[in-house]
């Protein structure tokens, strides 16, 4: 389980690239298409963000199992784990 | 006989204001919206004098949320105007048919400051992962596509990109869907934001822009760097900005109540088939002739000239000749007036902008100056010097010339004169 910062800071990525208005709430369990209506354009837009924001790469073959907001904070801990390791 | 086409909004955003209203004022006060900006650093821009629209757009508290996404000015600056005019013409509280409305709006360089800034992006990442916004933002029919998309409009859409011509060839774009009964209503204009290293520097290097210079009166005063038609012009500002004019077919406003503020009488477009940059004084009077010839306008009821001025020596040289050529006699009682002054040069805005401000002419009877106006000895009409005038005017002419060769005039009547 990824941390609550890591979480919180995995969403405001999210909506700051997705331009998700600010009394839209994002949850851990918030889904990226489904919850949040994030279409698959502002998708590759929220990816190239966590990329940035966190300097990791995104593997397109995980693109799949990221469909909720702790599925790529998750993802972004496994990173840069690896990246420590 | 063709059915009379109207104006019935517009709207403006320039470095005077973030709307019409003050852009208007400022212009009226003679005053300069050119400064010094920080944000052109030395180190990556040859000048740094330029009239940019402040606290307005993408990341700042007046971002259009509608439209974030795409963080190119061009677009923001564009639907800006655009929303001014559409609010204006009255048109949103109305029952009326979208599919009949067009959109005409175009730009020169459209995204150029979002390419920049990815290609930057892509630079430090070292990744060749681009943005999945940069494409739309940066091609030039999305200004016109997300102002479709967000005030609901479906008819015909074009986007004009004629450099320096492409707001006055706009008007004359969406004046001809309305001729040819393909739209009731358009919604013309252009957006230009192109502050990035290569285009300031290029306009530089091509010695179109005002260079520095130890003695430049602008060194002193930044609102003096830009000066059509004086003996001392060495070049223009580069500016952003935007503007917006709604037209309707005069049955169209009547069937809509819309309320008619201006006509627009006639128009030209044409071909220097010259030179990449340089204008063609014989076709710049053609063009102008022809505007006139088809309005059924004679020289001498010509109230007012909104000139392309530029103040570059070149450009208000031959500007000035072609005005002497068509207009003859009387051209010295022509009064005639380049706002460039006030706002620099907002390239592919600046026309859609100078459209507006006829409308406002015509609408208060008053003819904006050219400011920092110092005599040249060859250049002897009446520029309006230096000081806004108060003048009975019906018929107002506005022209406007882009590298490439291309040029336009349009020609607006005081309704019901």
């Known amino acids: 389980m990824s941390s609550p910062s890591l979480v919180a800071e995995v969403a405001d990525a999210v909506r700051s690239a997705a331009k998700i208005p600010s009394n839209v709430a994002i949850t851990d369990n918030s889904r990226l298409i489904d919850d949040l209506n994030i279409d698959s354009l502002d998708l590759v837009g929220v990816l190239l963000q966590i990329q940035d924001h966190f300097d990791i790469v995104i593997d397109d073959d995980a693109v799949p199992t990221l469909s909720t907001v702790s599925d790529l904070a998750r993802y972004v801990a496994q990173q840069r784990g690896a990246a420590a390791a | 006989m063709s059915e009379r086409i109207v104006v019935v909004g517009h709207g403006a955003v320039t470095c005077l204001g973030r709307g019409m209203d003050a852009t208007w004022d400022g212009l009226i006060a003679g005053r300069s919206g050119i400064r010094r900006h920080a944000s052109l650093p030395a180190e990556s821009f040859l000048t740094d004098l330029a009239g940019m629209v402040t606290e307005f757009g993408p990341g700042t508290p007046t971002e ?266 009387r051209a010295r009682d022509l009064p005639l007036s380049s706002i460039k002054g006030a706002l620099g040069h907002s390239l592919g805005a600046a026309s859609a902008i100078e459209a507006a401000v006829c409308v406002r002419v015509l609408r208060d009877q008053i003819l904006p100056p050219t400011i920092n106006h110092c005599p040249d000895p060859e250049l002897d009409l009446d520029y309006i010097p230096n000081t806004a005038r108060s003048a009975p005017v019906d018929i107002v002419m506005s022209a406007s010339f882009g590298f490439g060769g291309t040029n336009n005039a349009l020609i607006f009547r005081r309704w019901n004169s």
């Not at chain 2, 963080?71 to 559409?86: F, I, P, T």
């Not at chain 2, 609102?223 to 952003?240: K, T, W």
């Not at chain 2, 000239?305 to 103040?311: C, I, L, M, V």
Request: charged share 20%; glycine share 10%.
């Open chain 2, 64 to 329: 259009d949320s509608a439209i974030a996404k795409l963080s190119a000015r061009y677009l923001h600056l564009a639907m800006a105007s655009a929303r001014e005019a559409w609010a204006d013409s009255g048109c949103e509280g109305r029952e009326f048919d979208r599919n009949r409305v067009a959109v005409v709006v175009g730009s020169a360089f459209g995204g150029v400051d979002l390419l920049d800034a990815e290609q930057a992006r892509m630079s430090r990442r070292k990744s060749l992962a681009a943005s999945p916004y940069l494409v739309p933002g940066l091609i030039v029919n999305q200004a016109g596509g997300q102002i479709a998309q967000h005030l609901g409009l479906y008819g015909p859409s074009v986007a004009p990109a004629n450099a320096c011509a492409s707001g006055g060839h706009a008007v004359a774009l969406g004046a001809m869907f309305l001729r040819s009964g393909e739209a009731d209503i358009a919604l013309c204009g252009a957006g230009e934001s192109s502050f990035t290293p290569p285009i300031v520097n290029g306009f530089a290097t091509m010695k179109a822009l005002l260079g520095r210079k130890p003695e430049d009166r602008s060194e002193t005063d930044p609102g003096q760097a830009s000066r059509p038609f004086s003996i001392d012009r060495a070049g223009f500002v580069l500016a952003e900005g935007s503007g917006a004019i709604v037209l309707a077919t005069e049955s169209a406003a009547r069937r809509y109540d819309l309320h008619i503020q201006a006509e627009l009488l006639g128009w030209a477009i044409n071909s220097d088939g010259y030179h990449m940059a340089m204008p063609n004084g014989e076709r710049i009077v053609q063009c102008l002739r022809t505007a006139l010839e088809r309005s059924s306008v004679r020289p001498g009821d010509v109230g007012y000239y909104n000139a392309h001025g530029t103040s570059t020596v070149v450009n208000d040289r031959v500007e000035t000749q072609a005005i002497k050529e068509v207009f003859g006699d």
